[in-house]
Nanobody, 125 residues
Framework: QVHLVESGGGLVQAGGSLILSCAAS????????MGWFRQAPGQGREFVAS????????HYTDTVKGRFTISRDNTANTVYLQMNSLKPEDTAVYYC??????????????????WGLGTQVTVST
């Protein structure tokens, strides 16, 4: 059974940083494109970032480019999201997801096969 478990969320002041982690089990990790999505209250699920199977290719939504960095450690079956210069509009539940499709399809939530339960990130003013 596949499990994706996010950690590292919390409350941080604007301008601060957080590192989210997602530990995967029950799947051949390096066969999957990994992504981070977020959902703010009353909003739909939004693509944040994705990383290809080897970690060499990444994609970001425009609003986080230059502030967030996605990476993966295939030996530890873990994907990370380093979040710097956080803004109140980054407040959301952040979800980790795994896709059997290539990086080219990684912006679409529908291309992901497995999802974690999410971790709350709250950025205060």
């Amino acid at each position: 059974q596949v499990h994706l478990v996010e950690s590292g969320g919390g409350l941080v002041q604007a301008g601060g940083s957080l590192i989210l982690s997602c530990a995967a089990s029950g799947l051949t990790f390096d066969h999957y494109t990994m992504g981070w999505f977020r959902q703010a209250p009353g909003q739909g699920r939004e693509f944040v970032a994705s990383v290809g199977r080897t970690g060499s290719i990444t994609h970001y939504t425009d609003t986080v480019k230059g502030r967030f960095t996605i990476s993966r450690d295939n030996t530890a079956n873990t994907v990370y999201l380093q979040m710097n210069s956080l803004k109140p509009e980054d407040t959301a539940v952040y979800y980790c997801a795994a896709s059997n499709y290539g990086i080219g399809s990684s912006l679409m939530a529908s291309s992901y096969d497995y999802w974690g339960l999410g971790t709350q990130v709250t950025v205060s003013t």
